[in-house]
Nanobody, 114 residues
Framework: QVQLVESGGGLVQAGGSLRLSCVAS????????MGWYRQAPGKQRELVAS???????NYVDSVKGRFTISRDNAKNTVYLQMTSLKPEDTAVYYC????????WGQGTQVTVSS
C-alpha cells in the first residue's frame, strides 16, 4: 500500500518561504509522477506543480517563478520550495503520486499572513 506523508507546512508572513516535503513508502518513486495540489477554503483543489518520472516540471501560472518542485528518487521524496509567499497561497497542500499507482497524502496546512 502506498503511503504519502507531507511535512513542512506552517504559518509564515507574506514574502516568506517554506519548503514542503512528501515521503512516499510502499512504492519506488522513480516509477511514478509526483505533484502538489492545494485546496483553499471554499475553492476546488488545484494542481500547483508536478514533476514527471523524467523530471519534466509543470506549474500553475500563479506560482511560476516563485515555487520550485523537485524530487529525490533515492529518498522517495518530492519537495516544493515556496518563496515570495502571498496570502492567496494559503491552503492545505496535498502530495499526490500517479502512474503505476495513485495515492494522496493527508495534507499539510500553509498559512500566509499579510
Amino acid at each position: 500500500q502506498v503511503q504519502l506523508v507531507e511535512s513542512g507546512g506552517g504559518l509564515v508572513q507574506a514574502g516568506g518561504s517554506l519548503r514542503l516535503s512528501c515521503v512516499a513508502s510502499g512504492i519506488i518513486s522513480r516509477f511514478v509522477h509526483m505533484g502538489w495540489y492545494r485546496q483553499a477554503p471554499g475553492k476546488q483543489r488545484e494542481l500547483v506543480a508536478s514533476i514527471t518520472t523524467g523530471g519534466v516540471t509543470n506549474y500553475v501560472d500563479s506560482v511560476k517563478g516563485r515555487f520550485t518542485i523537485s524530487r529525490d528518487n533515492a529518498k522517495n521524496t518530492v519537495y516544493l520550495q515556496m518563496t515570495s509567499l502571498k496570502p492567496e497561497d494559503t491552503a492545505v497542500y496535498y502530495c499526490k503520486v500517479w502512474g503505476v499507482r495513485e495515492s494522496w497524502g493527508q495534507g499539510t496546512q500553509v498559512t500566509v499572513s499579510s
